[in-house]
Structures are given as C-alpha cells and as structure tokens.
C-alpha cells in the first residue's frame, strides 16, 4: 500500500487515539499483548473500563480461564493512556507469577516490592513508589505500607485472590481493614474464582473493598437478601454492575482441554529408613524441645516431616542445622526464632506460604520469644539425639523411592510415546538438597545431560552456563529483559524444551511458568496443601496442552498416614485426574492452605495407631464433607451465572470483531512503520518482518524486527522457530518513535489521488466515487468530561456538492494514494469545509454528553438505592426495638415472682427509652443520608461538564480513480 504524509499523520493519531469506550479503547492493549487471546477476556477488560464512573469490579471466571490475562489487558491499557499509578495486591506466593506474566506478556515494567526491596531503595536515596513501574506487592506487605499507598492517588488496583479480603469489613480483620483503608478512594480491579463461599455476607465484604456506596451498611444487606426469596433477583441485578464470572463450560469452543491421568507408585521403605522415620518422628513428639522454636514450633515440625519424607540427605543436613543452632544456644549465640525459620524456609524452598504465615504473626508473640533458664543437661541430650540421627540418616545411602522414581519414569514415557507427546519430564520436590542429589542419582542412571535444575537461586554453574549462552544467542534480539531473575528463568525453560528430557524443580517452579509442551508430572514430594498441588499440575495442564497429563504420586507403603493424604487428595479434592482438575469451588473451602497443612501435621504428630489414623482422617473428612455442601450452589449459579444465556454467540461475535479490528490495527501500523522507516530498513512483507539497518534514535538497536501479529500464519511460526527478532510493538521505542514523528510530518493543503481500482478488497463505498474528486478537512476533537475522549472526525463533500458521511471519508484511507500537487483552497469550499467540521463537533460533543448521562444516571441510580439502602438500615433497628418490647411484655405475663416482674419492666422502660430515640434519631438520620447522597450526585454532575477543544490535521482536494 503506498501512503501519503496525511495517510500517515491520520494513521498515526488513529493508532494512539483515546477512546471512550469499546473495542476502540482496547486498541492498543490489545495490539501490543504478546499472547493469544480469547473472547471472554477480551469481553472481562471491556467490562472493567465500560464505565468512567465506576470505582471497581469483580472478575469473577473459573480457575483457568486467565484472570491475570484480564487484568494484565487492563493494566496495559491504563498504561497506553499514561496513567501509570499501578499497582498489584497478591499473596506472597503470586508475587513474581504477576511480575512475569505482565513483563513477557504486556511489556510492563514491573517492581516487586517487599520490606527487604523498601529499605534497599530507601537506603539509596531513592522514593521506592515513585518509580515507573506496576507495583506488586503482598496482602500483608500493603498493610504494612498502608500510610505510603493512602498519600497516592493509584489509577488503578488489582487485588488478587481478592476472597481472602472478604471481610474486611469486620473490625477483627486487621489486614482487610488496612488494605480497605488505604486504598478505598482508587479504581480496584478484584480477581477470585470464588466470591461467594458459605454466605451472601461474603458479597458485601467484597463490595466494601470497591465501593462503600454499592450497598448500605452490613444491617441492610443481611435485612434485605440474607432470607433468600424474590430479594436474590434484586441482588443478582445490582451484582451486575459490578461482577462478571465465565464458567469453563461455556468456552470450551475456543479453549481445548486435555484430561488428567493419575498413577501412583507404591514403594516399601527399608527396615534401617523405617527405623530412622520412627526415630525422627519420636524426636519431633518431644515436649518442650530446644531444637523447635517456641513460636514456630508447628511451623518447623511441619518443615521436618516434609524433609523426613523427602530424602535422607534433606532430613540429615537439617538435622545438622538444629544441631549447630543449639550449640550457638549453648555458647549463649542465640538466633531470632523466627528468622531461623525464615533462613530454614528458603534454604529448602519449601511453600512460600509458609514465610508468609511467619510474616503475619502478631508482635505479641514476641513474648514467647523471651529468654527462659535453659537445662544444660536436657540441651545436651538434645544435641547428642540431632548427631545420632543425623550421622544415621547420612548412612542411608539411596533412598528405596530414589530407585521408584527410575520405575516411574518408565512408565511416564512409556506413556508419552503413546500418545505422541514430547519425552519430558517435570519432578517436584520440597528440598533444594534433594533436587542435587536427585540430579546426581538421575544422571549416573541413564540420564546424563538431560536433567535441568529450575530452583528459587538459579544460580549454579550449570545454570549459569545455560543463562549466559541464552544471553549470547539473545544478544541482539531484544528477547532480553535485562533482568537476571527473569531472563534465566526463561533460558532455563527454553534448554529444557530444546534439550533437556527432565526438569527437577523445587515449589519455585510451581507457578509463573508455562509447560504446555511436557505432559508428564511427577510429584517426588507430595504437598499436603491442594492449592500447591493444583498449581503444580497446572504448570502443564493448561491452555495449549495438546496432550493428556500424566500425574505420578509416591505412595509409602509403610505409612499409612501417607495412604490416607493422598486418598484424601485425590477423592475430595479431585486433583489428580478429570478434564479440569481441583474445581475452584473445592479449593476455595480451604481458608488457608497452610491451616490445612496444620491439621494434617497434628495427626502425623499425635496418631500413633492405624485406629487412631482412621478416626482423625474420619473426622477431617467429615468437615470437609460438611464445608463442601455448604457451598450455596444453587444461590451462586442464581447470582453469577445467568448473566447471558446466549453467551456462546456473544463471545464468537466478540472474537470476530477482535480479528477484525486487530487486522485492521495491524495493517495500519505496517503500512506506516514502512512509510515512516523507508531508506532505514529493508521490509518483508510476507513475513511482517524487516531489518533496521540504522538507528534513528541512540535508544533504538538495530537488528530485525518483527510484527506482533495474532493471526498471521507466518508470523506465528517466525515467533515459535526463531528467536532472532525484537518484537514490534506501538509501545517499542521504535514504534514510539514512528508514530511520535509521523503527528509531527507537514501536511499543506495537497491534492490527492485515491486508487480504489488495484485494492485487494471491495470498497463499495469509494467505488462509487471513481472517476470523481471533491474536498475533506479531518479534525481532532478532543472532550474532556469523566474521562479524556479523542475523534477524528471527517468533513467533505463531492464535485457537485453532495456531503459524504463519515465511513466513507475514512474508507478513502484504505486505499493507496499520491499527491498530484499543491491544492489551492477556494474561500467558499474553506467557509463550507469549516462549517461542517464545526456541525460534526458539535455533535459528537453532544453524543459524547448523552453517553456520560447514561453513565451519570446509572450512578446516581445506585446512589439512590444506597440510601434506601441505610434508610432501611435504621427503619430495621427501630423495629428490632419494637419486637424486643414485645418480647419481654410476654416474659413478664409468664413471671411467677414480683422481682421477676420488676426486672423485666425495668428492661422494657430502658427499651422504650431507646425507641424514642430511634424514633426522633431516624428522621435526622434520613435527613443526613440523603444530604449525603446529594452531595455525592453533585458532585458527579459538575464532573459531567465537558470542555472540548479542536484541531485541524489536513485538508486535501481529493480523486478517486
């Protein structure tokens, strides 16, 4: 397509427009997200920004369905529109999942903020919150800095897992509360697959964090929808505002879904590592140990029986540390409790949960931490018991499950031949000591060269090979980050992918990285916490697995504790086998995993007898019976999942208008990177590639480039087989440049020639102008109202005088064109062109205030009802007054005695005092809430003023041949 310097300024203003809503918003998240994308998604970001007015919503899919995808389109688009107050609340454990997940698919810069990134930045001089990044940080970290985030007004907030802020409401929730009050006057994005759990309460917690005025106070809500009834369709229609959930079900047209398989290897420990099993656990029993701290003892129990059941080497060289550390008790060198375990934690990288669960334990606690008078007989015994076992567990030598995992993977790839998919392997363990000595044992059995080690360090001189040959291969590709962390994560997956067989991760590996392309997933070291195992199985059972997944759990036969977890794993919660894996709804009964984890420690620790075993496993399986069926599911399906019947059909329409739209976006950034670029790089049209031979900007690397594009063919397999380009995005610094210049190009009055004829498509509506010429003027208006809105806006008209509309003006611009010259503008075609433009304003700028209107009075609606809302609120308390009168009036015609009696009329005579008050208190109460409410709606009003402003891009002579 040849271009003129207007195609390219009017592509160039097209491409970087602020839209006021619609696809047209999302253009350039859309365009610039280096992932495919689907219908829901897309559909979720829309409902996310549809309102200006709107202070947040829920999105609320099914796990799997790529609500970080959804919200990571939305934090893109904040971006494109320069408002980059950004932040992210996750837990801790999610933290560098979001960090990665935006800055490989979204191409934003992201800081990881946590107390030891705050001080080193403090430390430097440096304000940490000032920085040009999307913040991410965890639940309790924001608590923590809750005075810092409440001085900045953020554009927008994303909470993720928001149902663990479900009652932040409640004074007791000192987390919620902080959280709540340091962000409550920002736009927040709220993700959860589970917003409502056990109680309809749970929905106002949420809404709380979004919005003080989507209900009135917690006395309302329950007066009005906690009975059920006919008030679940009012909830349901005011829940529409605000939440959006899609099922898996309803998008299984775009997204394809592999099954699960389950296998379990059994293994019979030896007598010598059941003895030291035995030992062990007779040592963790010991009241009023030295060896556990006392404020973390569960915590480091619990850290032990993992270890003890994941190697001999792992239990041996913690059983070393406890030691040392007494000794240093001992030599009166004493640690910080809690930072020993933090130091034992990550040493291991065992859940990450469990640093958060010391993180959040109250100051008080330190109480416990007090010196106490140490038995140096006792500690001395102590010490003798830890070198005993040690030096035991030392002597082990291969462990029985060591030689069950070379079985296993026979059978693993056994599998894999089967059904055609990739000889690859991922195995979890719990301990960094058993990953090395895994890797050892895997590669003098068979396995020489093919075992890559994925852990929290990353920092080995394997490691560091694979990372600086990825970085040479990468050197000018622009693939590089330019962070370490992230960059060696990458070569990691990528060298496993190309050449490795086995991937032996430690919980590092269990979330943030994609293994579409392995199948086979082997839990070494089983987690008793569900949430851990499912997002370990979904490294690989995940969009784009083409293959079924192969799960292979351990099974101790001697254990039968062990028996019992993994029965209780695999029934209740249905992690191993199906089509979806764990439901979202089973998961999200576990308030915490690590309090799960805590009741299955508890019954390790004090069930010694198969009877015993059964009967705690008995009583655990009944609460969780009990919790599963209280999970209101008919009320849910009722509020969440009625939304739109013909959601099949929206969703394929709203695909279609993606590409579309897409295509078009891509087509234009093309044609104008070519036109802007000509003399500087040599074009590939097939492949949407092209070789920048020199720099126009010091910032900007020479070296190949290539176009994001989601449906060209070539493209995709250019970005799947090779790695030697810089992807090309608006938000490049090369397409920044682009577009930057082509605002700026000079665009006289010129006379233009259109050719309609050579297009590759029909245009029915240029056609018809073959052969004729007339005059256009494009305006930019810019409206300021709730948000910023930019137009481009047409104006012209044919030879004989006849306007044309909009479309067709724009339509002109499909097509290639040339300039034939200077165009001298006529006073009377100049005075025409001037007072259409000025009509067009006009009516955009008015369309624009019937929109905002719309916004305007959905708002004040929802105000309304919130004063209904707390009128009821106070109505409800008067009457609950009422009703407690009457109730003691009865007690006292039941009343045997005169003192009986009196007490009672003292009572009601206290009670009718207060209903007076209520009485004389509810109209200064409605007077107050409706005072409130207008100022509110006031306020909104003198936002919804608009002040616009224009300007002239070009005006040209045009003809169509």
């Given at each position: 397509?040849?271009?003129?310097?207007?195609?390219?300024k009017?592509?160039?203003?097209?491409?970087?427009?602020?839209?006021a809503?619609?696809m047209d918003?999302?253009?350039?998240?859309?365009f610039?997200?280096?992932?495919?994308?689907?219908?829901h998604?897309?559909?979720?970001?829309?409902?996310?920004l549809?309102?200006?007015?709107?202070?947040?919503?829920?999105?609320?899919?099914?796990?799997?369905?790529?609500?970080?995808?959804?919200?990571?389109?939305?934090?893109c688009?904040?971006?494109?529109?320069?408002k980059?107050?950004?932040?992210?609340?996750?837990?801790a454990?999610?933290?560098?999942?979001?960090?990665?997940?935006?800055?490989?698919?979204?191409?934003?810069?992201?800081?990881?903020?946590?107390?030891?990134?705050?001080r080193?930045?403090?430390?430097?001089?440096?304000?940490?919150?000032?920085?040009k990044?999307?913040?991410?940080?965890?639940?309790?970290?924001?608590?923590?800095?809750r005075?810092?985030?409440?001085?900045?007004?953020?554009?927008?907030?994303?909470?993720?897992?928001?149902?663990?802020?479900?009652?932040?409401?409640?004074?007791?929730?000192?987390?919620?509360?902080?959280?709540r009050?340091?962000?409550?006057?920002?736009?927040?994005?709220?993700?959860?697959?589970?917003?409502?759990?056990?109680?309809?309460?749970?929905?106002?917690?949420?809404?709380?964090?979004?919005?003080?005025?989507?209900?009135?106070?917690?006395?309302?809500?329950?007066?009005?929808?906690?009975?059920?009834?006919?008030?679940?369709?009012d909830?349901?229609?005011?829940?529409?505002?605000?939440?959006?959930?899609?099922?898996?079900n309803?998008?299984?047209?775009?997204?394809?879904?592999?099954?699960?398989?389950?296998?379990?290897?059994?293994?019979?420990?030896?007598?010598?590592?059941?003895?030291?099993y035995?030992?062990?656990?007779?040592?963790?029993?010991?009241?009023?140990?030295?060896?556990?701290p006392?404020?973390?003892?569960?915590?480091?129990?619990?850290?032990?029986?993992?270890?003890?059941?994941?190697?001999?080497?792992a239990?041996?060289?913690?059983?070393?540390?406890?030691?040392?550390?007494?000794?240093?008790?001992?030599?009166?060198?004493?640690?910080?409790?809690?930072?020993?375990?933090?130091?034992?934690?990550?040493?291991e990288?065992?859940?990450?949960?469990?640093?958060?669960?010391?993180?959040?334990?109250?100051?008080?606690?330190?109480?416990?931490?007090?010196?106490?008078?140490?038995?140096?007989?006792?500690?001395?015994?102590?010490?003798?018991?830890?070198?005993?076992?040690?030096?035991?567990?030392?002597?082990i030598?291969?462990?029985?499950?060591?030689?069950?995992?070379?079985?296993?993977?026979?059978?693993?790839f056994?599998?894999?031949?089967?059904?055609?998919?990739?000889?690859?392997?991922?195995?979890?363990?719990?301990s960094?000591?058993?990953?090395?000595?895994?890797?050892?044992y895997?590669?003098?059995?068979?396995?020489?060269?093919?075992?890559?080690?994925f852990?929290?360090?990353?920092?080995?001189?394997?490691?560091?090979?694979i990372?600086?040959?990825?970085?040479?291969?990468?050197?000018?590709?622009?693939?590089?980050?330019?962070?370490?962390?992230?960059?060696?994560?990458?070569?990691?997956?990528?060298?496993?992918?190309d050449?490795?067989s086995?991937?032996?991760?430690?919980?590092?590996?269990?979330?943030?990285?994609?293994?579409?392309?392995?199948?086979?997933?082997?839990?070494?070291?089983?987690?008793?916490?569900?949430?851990?195992?499912?997002?370990?199985?979904?490294?690989?059972?995940r969009?784009?697995?083409?293959?079924?997944?192969?799960?292979?759990?351990?099974?101790?036969?001697?254990?039968?504790?062990?028996?019992?977890?993994?029965?209780l794993?695999?029934?209740?919660?249905?992690?191993?086998?199906?089509?979806?894996?764990?439901?979202?709804?089973?998961?999200?009964?576990?308030?915490?995993?690590?309090?799960?984890?805590?009741?299955?420690?508890a019954?390790?620790?004090?069930?010694?007898t198969?009877?015993?075993i059964?009967?705690a496993?008995?009583?655990?399986?009944?609460?969780?019976?009990?919790?599963?069926?209280?999970?209101?599911?008919?009320?849910?399906?009722?509020?969440?999942?009625?939304?739109?019947?013909?959601?099949?059909?929206?969703?394929?329409?709203?695909?279609?208008?993606?590409k579309?739209?897409?295509?078009?976006?891509?087509?234009r950034?093309?044609?104008?990177?070519?036109?802007?670029?000509?003399?500087?790089?040599?074009?590939?049209?097939?492949?949407?590639?092209?070789?920048?031979?020199?720099?126009?900007?010091?910032?900007?690397?020479?070296?190949?480039?290539?176009?994001?594009?989601?449906?060209?063919?070539?493209?995709a397999?250019?970005?799947?087989?090779?790695?030697?380009?810089?992807?090309?995005?608006?938000?490049?610094?090369?397409?920044?440049?682009?577009?930057?210049?082509?605002?700026?190009?000079?665009?006289?009055?010129?006379?233009?020639?259109?050719?309609?004829?050579?297009?590759?498509?029909?245009?029915?509506?240029?056609?018809?102008?073959?052969?004729?010429?007339?005059?256009?003027?494009?305006?930019?208006?810019?409206?300021?109202?709730?948000?910023r809105?930019?137009?481009?806006?047409?104006?012209?008209?044919?030879?004989?005088?006849?306007?044309?509309?909009?479309?067709?003006?724009?339509?002109?611009?499909?097509?290639?064109?040339?300039?034939?010259?200077?165009?001298?503008?006529?006073?009377?075609?100049?005075?025409?062109?001037?007072?259409?433009?000025?009509?067009h304003?006009?009516?955009?700028?008015s369309?624009?205030?019937?929109?905002?209107?719309?916004?305007?009075?959905?708002?004040?609606?929802?105000?309304?009802?919130?004063?209904?809302?707390?009128?009821?609120?106070?109505?409800?308390?008067?009457?609950?007054?009422?009703?407690?009168?009457?109730?003691?009036?009865?007690?006292?015609?039941?009343?045997?005695?005169?003192?009986?009696?009196?007490?009672?009329?003292?009572?009601?005579?206290?009670?009718?005092?207060?209903?007076?008050?209520?009485?004389?208190?509810?109209?200064?109460?409605?007077?107050?809430?409706?005072?409130?409410?207008?100022?509110?709606?006031?306020?909104?009003?003198?936002?919804?003023?608009?002040?616009?402003?224009?300007?002239?891009?070009?005006?040209?002579?045009?003809t169509?041949?």
């Amino acid at each position: 397509m040849t271009l003129t310097a207007h195609h390219a300024k009017y592509f160039a203003h097209d491409l970087t427009r602020r839209a006021a809503s619609g696809m047209d918003r999302l253009s350039m998240s859309l365009f610039d997200a280096a992932v495919d994308l689907n219908p829901h998604q897309i559909e979720a970001a829309l409902f996310a920004l549809h309102s200006p007015l709107s202070k947040g919503v829920i999105l609320a899919d099914e796990v799997g369905l790529g609500k970080t995808i959804e919200a990571g389109i939305v934090l893109c688009q904040f971006w494109a529109e320069r408002k980059r107050r950004l932040l992210v609340i996750c837990p801790a454990s999610l933290r560098k999942q979001w960090a990665l997940e935006l800055e490989e698919k979204f191409n934003l810069s992201t800081l990881v903020l946590d107390a030891k990134a705050y001080r080193i930045a403090k430390r430097s001089g440096c304000a940490p919150l000032t920085e040009k990044a999307v913040f991410i940080m965890s639940l309790n970290y924001a608590n923590i800095l809750r005075e810092e985030l409440k001085a900045i007004s953020w554009d927008l907030i994303v909470i993720d897992e928001a149902h663990k802020l479900r009652n932040a409401y409640r004074p007791s929730n000192k987390v919620g509360q902080g959280i709540r009050w340091a962000t409550g006057d920002c736009r927040k994005l709220l993700l959860t697959a589970t917003p409502l759990q056990n109680s309809l309460v749970e929905l106002y917690g949420l809404s709380t964090l979004i919005d003080e005025h989507l209900f009135g106070d917690l006395n309302s809500f329950r007066s009005q929808y906690a009975g059920g009834g006919s008030s679940i369709t009012d909830l349901r229609q005011r829940l529409s505002d605000f939440c959006k959930r899609t099922l898996r079900n309803q998008v299984t047209e775009y997204i394809r879904y592999t099954e699960r398989r389950p296998i379990t290897r059994p293994f019979t420990p030896s007598d010598d590592e059941h003895a030291l099993y035995e030992a062990v656990s007779g040592f963790l029993r010991r009241e009023g140990s030295y060896a556990l701290p006392s404020r973390q003892r569960h915590l480091i129990a619990l850290i032990l029986r993992k270890l003890l059941a994941s190697s001999s080497q792992a239990i041996a060289a913690t059983l070393d540390t406890l030691r040392l550390r007494l000794e240093s008790l001992r030599d009166e060198k004493v640690q910080d409790d809690a930072e020993f375990t933090e130091d034992l934690i990550e040493a291991e990288e065992i859940e990450g949960d469990l640093l958060d669960e010391i993180l959040a334990e109250p100051d008080e606690a330190e109480a416990e931490n007090a010196p106490r008078t140490i038995d140096r007989q006792k500690l001395s015994e102590e010490i003798d018991i830890l070198q005993r076992l040690a030096t035991w567990a030392h002597s082990i030598g291969t462990d029985t499950k060591t030689k069950a995992l070379l079985t296993a993977l026979d059978i693993g790839f056994e599998q894999m031949a089967a059904t055609g998919a990739a000889r690859k392997a991922l195995i979890f363990t719990e301990s960094r000591r058993t990953q090395e000595y895994l890797k050892t044992y895997l590669e003098s059995h068979g396995y020489l060269g093919q075992v890559v080690l994925f852990n929290g360090t990353n920092s080995g001189p394997e490691t560091t090979l694979i990372y600086e040959r990825w970085v040479e291969k990468n050197l000018d590709t622009g693939r590089s980050s330019g962070s370490r962390a992230v960059d060696v994560r990458t070569s990691l997956i990528e060298h496993f992918r190309d050449e490795g067989s086995i991937l032996l991760a430690t919980e590092a590996a269990a979330e943030g990285i994609n293994l579409q392309f392995c199948s086979l997933v082997i839990n070494y070291d089983l987690p008793w916490n569900p949430q851990r195992i499912e997002q370990r199985i979904g490294r690989c059972h995940r969009y784009g697995q083409r293959h079924d997944v192969v799960v292979i759990n351990f099974l101790n036969e001697r254990n039968e504790v062990d028996r019992r977890v993994l029965e209780l794993l695999g029934e209740k919660f249905s992690l191993f086998s199906g089509v979806f894996g764990a439901s979202d709804e089973v998961l999200g009964t576990i308030e915490s995993g690590v309090d799960f984890e805590k009741r299955i420690l508890a019954i390790y620790q004090e069930c010694r007898t198969p009877v015993e075993i059964d009967a705690a496993f008995y009583t655990l399986q009944a609460e969780m019976d009990k919790q599963i069926r209280t999970r209101m599911d008919d009320t849910r399906r009722t509020l969440f999942e009625h939304f739109d019947e013909d959601v099949h059909q929206r969703l394929r329409l709203q695909l279609n208008d993606t590409k579309a739209h897409l295509d078009r976006f891509s087509q234009r950034f093309w044609s104008l990177t070519r036109f802007m670029l000509d003399g500087l790089a040599r074009f590939d049209d097939d492949a949407l590639a092209f070789d920048l031979s020199r720099a126009p900007r010091q910032e900007i690397a020479t070296g190949r480039y290539h176009l994001i594009s989601k449906s060209h063919p070539k493209m995709a397999q250019a970005v799947s087989e090779e790695h030697s380009q810089f992807l090309y995005r608006l938000s490049h610094p090369l397409g920044e440049y682009v577009v930057e210049c082509a605002k700026a190009l000079p665009t006289a009055p010129a006379r233009i020639v259109f050719d309609v004829s050579h297009h590759p498509a029909h245009i029915h509506s240029v056609e018809t102008l073959r052969g004729h010429s007339g005059y256009l003027i494009l305006m930019r208006l810019v409206v300021e109202s709730y948000e910023r809105e930019e137009y481009l806006l047409f104006s012209g008209f044919d030879g004989i005088g006849a306007s044309l509309d909009q479309e067709t003006m724009e339509k002109l611009f499909y097509c290639s064109g040339r300039v034939a010259g200077d165009a001298t503008i006529q006073p009377a075609v100049e005075k025409r062109l001037v007072a259409e433009a000025e009509r067009h304003n006009k009516a955009t700028v008015s369309r624009s205030l019937e929109q905002n209107s719309v916004h305007f009075n959905l708002a004040r609606e929802k105000l309304e009802k919130w004063a209904d809302d707390m009128v009821l609120s106070a109505e409800k308390a008067l009457a609950d007054t009422k009703e407690q009168i009457k109730a003691l009036r009865r007690q006292t015609r039941l009343a045997v005695t005169l003192e009986e009696q009196h007490e009672i009329q003292q009572k009601i005579q206290k009670m009718e005092k207060q209903q007076r008050r209520q009485r004389q208190d509810i109209f200064k109460a409605e007077d107050e809430i409706i005072e409130k409410r207008d100022a509110l709606i006031d306020s909104l009003e003198k936002r919804l003023s608009q002040s616009f402003r224009s300007e002239r891009l070009f005006t040209i002579h045009w003809t169509v041949v």
